[in-house]
Each structure stands twice: as C-alpha cells, then as structure tokens.
C-alpha cells in the first residue's frame, strides 16, 4: 500500500510499509489535524523528539488530507513524518479504525492508538484508546527499558 506524506522536512513523499524495516518506529494514529487533543499529542511528540530519536521514527497517521497535514506541520513546526491515509486503509489494518459516537450519533473515526514497531516491522508494543496526557512519558518508559 502506497500512501501520500508529508516528511519531516515539509515535503510530499510516497510512504509505505517497508518504509518502517530497519528502523525501531513510532506509529501513532490520531483523529484529526488541528483539534486540541490531537495537536497537544502532535507538540507532545514534536517536544520530545530528541528524547525518543535515540530509539525510534516517529510518524502520525490520520484520515486528514496531504493539504491539512502541511498546513498543520507548518503551524505546529513538527518534526517528524504525517500519512494521509485519507481512505483509511491504515488504520483498517491495524484495527484502529472504529465505530464512535458523539452527542448519541455513531461515525466511523480513529481510535487514537499508538505502535512500536521494530526493525523487522513487527509491533512490539501498542497502546489503545491513548488518553494525551503523559503518553510520550509512557512511550519513552517503554523504550528506555527495551
């Protein structure tokens, strides 16, 4: 599956799974570009990535289009890889893309989940449901101990 990105230096580029093999990586997924949730766990990533490139690629990953990711990139100054998985084909595979409800209306949407995935691009570790506050602290909890 070949997937349009934004890279960490701004640019378009094609993205695939084999683009995840020889390097540990943070695959995150999240709802939706620019919402408070969502933008505080991107900065969260963006504050830290000193901390946690030691250990890994970071990529965040949402159904938003290339256009909304370069925009929110730019804004935000982020420093890693955003996937426009736009038909959501992604997050179907890693099972992340579920049935929500808001003010008693049902939607498809992402659950905000976050992947280790090694080297060989098998995950190592997952979080589901990730509530944003201190999750990088327990991502790094995790790669510190590996």
């Excluded at 020889?22 to 995150?28: E, H, S």
């Excluded at 179907?92 to 049935?99: A, I, T």
């Excluded at 659950?111 to 090694?118: A, D, G, L, M």
């Amino acid at each position: 599956m070949i997937l349009q990105a934004i890279d960490k230096a701004g640019k378009t580029i094609e993205w695939s799974e084999k683009d995840l093999i020889g390097q540990t990586t943070i695959l995150y997924f999240y709802p939706k570009d620019n919402t408070s949730g969502c933008t505080n766990e991107a900065c969260d990533f963006r504050d830290n990535i000193n901390r946690l490139l030691p250990y890994v690629q970071v990529i965040g990953v949402s159904p938003d289009s290339l256009a909304s990711h370069q925009g929110f990139q730019k804004k935000q100054g982020l420093n890693f890889t955003l996937i426009a998985d736009t038909e959501h084909a992604l997050a179907e595979q890693y099972n992340v893309w579920k049935e929500k409800s808001m003010y008693g209306r049902k939607y498809m949407g992402i659950e905000r989940s976050t992947f280790i995935i090694n080297k060989q691009g098998k995950i190592i570790k997952e979080w589901r449901k990730v509530k944003v506050a201190s999750h990088v602290e327990e991502v790094l909890a995790v790669l510190t101990k590996a």
